[in-house]
């Protein structure tokens, strides 16, 4: 499914290619809540980093985060950084998307700057908990939701499959993917 997005002044449009597009989880970590400004975030619909297309990428920025021990709650040294790269837009703040180079056929988007009409999960899994303020309120959205404290034991892409969800990848996605790299412009 070709995703479609932007931040919020439209100094930035970009689009990418997901197999899996249902924004299914909401994350309660500090690192969710501080970058995206609010209680949680409904975050993360895996796309693949080769079909991304940027326009208006010299007002990107990217920040990578300090490593958190989330289970301790110390912070570690300020120079060690996440592999995850968090691209926004310099000019409106909003956040965009997320590469690591350690999985170079990835990315993930953020959920909150897609433009498209996303499906509606048939259950939320709601992360972090553990790390969830006491002001931010739990909002099940189906009784079908599910908790957990950190970490679920199931990923984006084995979410998607075991409820059924996965998008097929048709022959010609496999031959443009074979050669396709990202592009940024402007």
């Known amino acids: 499914m070709e ?10 449009t970009f689009t990418v290619t997901s ?21 949680g975030t409904g975050n993360n619909l895996l796309a693949d980093w ?22 301790a709650g110390k912070e570690a040294a300020d120079e060690e950084r996440s592999g995850n790269r968090r691209h926004f837009c310099r000019h409106c703040g909003s956040h965009l998307f997320i590469h690591n180079k350690n999985y170079p056929n990835n990315t993930y988007v953020y959920a909150s ?3 498209t ?8 899994e709601h992360i972090m908990l553990d790390f ?22 199931v990923g984006i892409y084995e979410w ?16 443009r993917l074979s050669t396709a790299e990202p592009v940024f412009e402007g």
């Open 3 to 12: 995703l479609r997005g932007s931040c919020h002044c439209k100094a930035i």
């Open 19 to 39: 197999w899996t597009p249902y924004p299914f989880m909401m994350c309660y970590c500090t690192l969710c809540r501080k970058v995206q400004g609010g209680g």
């Open 50 to 71: 080769r079909t991304m297309h940027v326009s208006g990428a010299s007002h990107l920025q990217v920040y990578a985060a300090r490593k958190n021990d989330t289970v």
């Open 113 to 115: 700057a897609i433009d």
């Open 117 to 124: 009409e996303l499906p509606k999960p048939p259950a939320m």
């Open 132 to 153: 969830k303020p006491s002001w931010v309120p739990l909002a099940l959205a189906s009784e079908n939701d599910t908790e957990f404290g950190e970490y679920p034991s």
């Open 160 to 175: 998607h499959k075991e409820l059924g969800l996965l998008l097929a990848l048709s022959d010609a996605d496999e031959a």
